[in-house]
């Protein structure tokens, strides 16, 4: 569910109609709405309540600060991937000790950061990295706190590209080899032990995958306390997927989430933590858009819009599908007729949807895209020359932009022209 309705022939973000956010910011521009980040969240604490538990939300989803700080504010802790994500974290006041630490190519210069800033734990990918922190934080007289991320062979049946937890994936440390990788951090200066941690993919639409990899995480937890080791935290991962379309797809509710966490792993005596991104940030954003033209093809026809494949980059990286809706409600008796949706780009990869059934829309006319506040923004760049889109929050019926539309000015202004030329 989201906040996202028509109201009176118009569609609005919770009590503000689209259409006079795009009079005010102009198009494309991407909208959130506060009411849906919270119940999104909430839905998150309450599927895990029975358990001690921390709701990081991965950063790499959404990181405009406004947003991690409206969530931090609920009591959310962070996933973060890299230094400019843990510091965007420390920027909306969430405090390190809520501030998670994941990646596979931490430098050392990220993690000597997080150890100054303060950090809840370092998910560790690798004996290297390992080595490095255990280097990094005895340097500076602090002790780590460390989770291993393992990589239990699970096959998260995802698209290739967000599939993590399969042995031939970049991801963790082989399963198999925790024990010996357990006991070199036991050993280690500057490293404590505090849990074990997994992350099997996104968009995860069946709980199967995530029940098999916490299955293994309960027997691997027994292992390791055998051997001497003190878990007390298990992080799980984000990854479960959010309906793109309103028709068919149903994935597994956060609170038939929380059961299934609760039945596996509930008896360990474990604080639970979880890093969810899409779920919470997802069907929060929209994408709007206005049409330039509406061109009519040798065998189809375009509606050509204003925002393109830099903006929101899913469905040419993933062949992502996104409901797309008029801003303006269609009457019940409107004609609809099958319209290829694509952006100005120069790349045929730049087309949103093929043979999409849309009422009549001629240039001028809003559009908006749905599901699009996860890995929207986060994803897009200035290919083309076309700078960054605004986004926007919503809040009952306020709006605030909290990330202006740069000028061309500011734009080109980054490029210097060297001495010599
Ligand atoms: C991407 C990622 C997440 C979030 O995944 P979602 O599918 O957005 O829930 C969580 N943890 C790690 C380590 C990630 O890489």
Redesign the pocket.
């Known amino acids: 569910m989201d906040h996202f309705l028509y109201k009176n022939g118009h569609l609005h973000a919770e009590d503000v109609p689209l259409r006079d956010i795009a009079a005010s910011v102009g198009t494309p521009f991407y909208c959130y709405s506060s009411a849906t980040l919270k119940r999104h969240f909430a839905l998150f604490t309450e599927a895990l309540s029975p358990l001690p538990h921390l709701v990081?939300f991965?950063v790499?989803?959404n990181s405009n600060v406004a947003v991690l700080k409206l969530l931090g504010d609920l009591g959310a802790g962070m996933?973060v991937?890299s230094g400019g994500e843990y510091l965007r974290a420390k920027a909306a006041g969430v405090p390190g000790e809520r501030i998670v630490f994941?990646?596979v190519g931490k430098t050392r210069e990220e993690m000597g950061l997080a150890l100054g800033g303060g950090v809840r734990q370092f998910?560790v990918e690798s004996e290297p990295e390992l080595e490095a922190l255990s280097e990094v934080a005895t340097t500076m007289g602090i002790e780590a706190p460390i989770a291993l991320?393992l990589n239990p062979d699970v096959d998260a049946k995802t698209h290739d590209k967000?599939s993590?937890g399969r042995k031939e994936d970049k991801?963790g440390i082989p399963i198999a080899r925790a024990s010996e990788i357990y006991a070199r951090a036991a050993q280690l200066p500057g490293i404590r032990v505090v849990g074990i941690?997994m992350?099997i993919?996104?968009?995860?639409t069946d709980l199967a995958p995530f029940e098999a990899a916490y299955t293994k995480m309960a027997d691997l937890t027994r292992q390791l306390r055998a051997e001497g080791h003190f878990i007390e935290r298990l992080d799980l991962?984000?990854?479960?997927?959010i309906p793109y379309t309103r028709s068919n797809e149903a994935p597994p509710l956060p609170s038939d989430y929380g059961a299934m966490i609760h039945r596996v792993l509930g008896d360990l005596g474990c604080e639970i933590e979880?890093?969810?991104?899409?779920?919470?940030?997802?069907n929060a954003g929209l994408l709007v858009s206005q049409v330039i033209y509406r061109k009519a093809g040798d065998e189809r026809e375009f509606l050509i819009i204003d925002a393109a494949m830099n903006d929101l980059m899913r469905p040419a990286m993933y062949a992502a599908h996104h409901d797309i809706v008029p801003v303006s409600e269609p009457a019940p008796g409107d004609d609809i007729a099958p319209v290829d949706i694509v952006g100005p780009v120069c790349e045929s990869g730049d087309t949103f949807a093929r043979q999409r059934d849309m009422p009549l829309l001629v240039a001028g006319d809003l559009v908006a895209f749905r599901s699009a506040g996860?890995?929207g923004a986060v994803m897009a760049s200035e290919y083309n020359s076309r700078p960054l889109i605004p986004e926007v929050l919503v809040n009952e019926d306020q709006f605030a932009v909290i990330r202006p539309r740069p000028g061309f000015d500011e734009m080109i202004a980054r490029d210097r022209i060297p001495d010599w030329m």
């Not at 991962?237 to 997927?241: E, R, S, V």
């Open positions: 990081c991965a790499k989803a996933d991937v994941s990646g998910n991320r967000i993590t991801f941690d992350h993919g996104s968009q995860l991962g984000g990854g479960l997927g979880i890093e969810p991104g899409r779920l919470i940030a997802g996860a890995y």
